[in-house]
């Protein structure tokens, strides 16, 4: 019969429990930010106002002023047949198929703020600011219409 005797490892430094804390909170703040963010994309809106554009959901909301806004130059395009202003490469933004929001540099070299969705119906609205706001909205004409009201309004 053989006797046994058990030696156990000294513990880990408290430096390692701390990793993977750290690690742990790092991923449980990613998981958090991936459900938001997929929670505000069913929910980003577009407000027209006789402040301006109020464009709400997503981390890029924000609110472009009317005076700032160039109406007369707002367009209704399809992002498949207008190949210069279609985002070529994203530089701060989210790009997911089916989703484009933020600071995106189009074709044409212009900067761009986008929300987009569905490419064949995108609101596109230079800025004095020096971007244009692309916007995909089930009738982008009247949104550009309700625009053009509220700045004669003022």
Do not use: C
Not at 24 to 52: D, K, P, Y
Not at 85 to 110: I, S
Request: hydrophobic share 45%; proline share 5%.
């Amino acid at each position: 019969m053989s006797t046994s005797t058990i030696f156990p490892m000294i513990p880990a430094a408290s430096k390692s429990m701390w990793f993977f804390a750290i690690i742990s909170l790092v991923l449980v703040a990613g998981i958090v930010l991936m459900i938001w963010l997929a929670w505000s994309m069913q929910h980003v809106r577009f407000t027209v106002s006789n402040e301006g554009l109020r464009l709400q959901g997503d981390l890029y909301g924000r609110l472009i002023p009317l005076k700032s806004l160039k109406l007369d130059e707002a367009v209704v395009t399809n992002l498949n047949a207008d190949k210069d202003h279609q985002p070529t490469r994203r530089t701060m933004g989210t790009g997911l198929p089916g989703y484009a929001a933020g600071w995106f540099k189009l074709r044409n070299g212009e900067k761009a703020l986008l929300f987009v969705t569905d490419r064949t119906h995108v609101a596109r609205i230079p800025t004095t600011e020096g971007y244009s706001v692309m916007l995909s909205v089930s009738e982008p004409a009247v949104l550009i219409d309700e625009l053009k009201r509220q700045q004669a309004v003022q």
